[in-house]
């Protein structure tokens, strides 16, 4: 069977996921960015390859999008990630190579979740296959993120919620 991007983008939410409740340590969000931001560019480059767009070697999410716009691709990317492109590509390299970077695990729970809701929403319009279900962010996970008390724990909760 061949891989497609869509199964790569996949493995690398999943790969996500999987690591948020393994975080002991606030720079070991550096890596769920990682596979958060390669989810998302191979998301936008399987939609570019669907409707026949070439596109270069590269990481750099605003870039990814610049280039569907200018081939009237609709990439069906949520708001929050378009606004926060330039955010996501930093992650890729900045997550592995600079020691002083930091990321913030509010944006990770964030936009791991609009990553969810564009991947569930990209692989429902091209294909009929059937993905297992993507690791779920626990309760302790969130309340260690946001306070139990803060507005953001309960959108993060029933964002979470929604997805089942």
Same mark, same amino acid.
């Given at each position: ?5 869509? =199964?790569?983008?996949?493995?690398? !939410?999943?790969?996500? #996921?999987?690591?948020? &409740?393994?975080?002991?340590?606030? *720079? $070991? ?12 560019? =191979?998301?936008?480059?399987?939609? !570019?390859?669907?409707? #026949?767009?070439?596109? &270069?070697?590269?990481?750099?999410? *605003? $870039? ?101």
């Amino acid at each position: 069977m061949t891989k497609t991007l869509l =199964d790569k983008a996949y493995a690398n !939410l999943s790969v996500a #996921g999987n690591l948020f &409740p393994q975080i002991r340590d606030e *720079r $070991q969000f550096d890596f769920v960015g990682y596979h958060i931001q390669q989810g998302v560019e =191979d998301l936008i480059k399987f939609i !570019l390859e669907q409707n #026949g767009c070439e596109y &270069p070697k590269s990481h750099n999410i *605003r $870039q990814l999008i610049q280039l569907a716009e200018s081939h009237d691709v609709d990439l069906l990317i949520p708001d929050y990630l378009e606004d926060h492109a330039e955010m996501l590509t930093e992650w890729e390299a900045m997550s592995r190579y600079d020691s002083e970077f930091s990321l913030d695990a509010k944006r990770a729970v964030q936009s791991y979740t609009e990553a969810l809701t564009y991947f569930s929403h990209v692989a429902h319009i091209f294909t009929h296959e059937t993905y297992p279900e993507f690791p779920k962010l626990s309760q302790e996970v969130l309340d260690i993120v946001f306070p139990p008390e803060s507005d953001l724990n309960k959108n993060a909760v029933n964002n979470a919620k929604n997805r089942d």
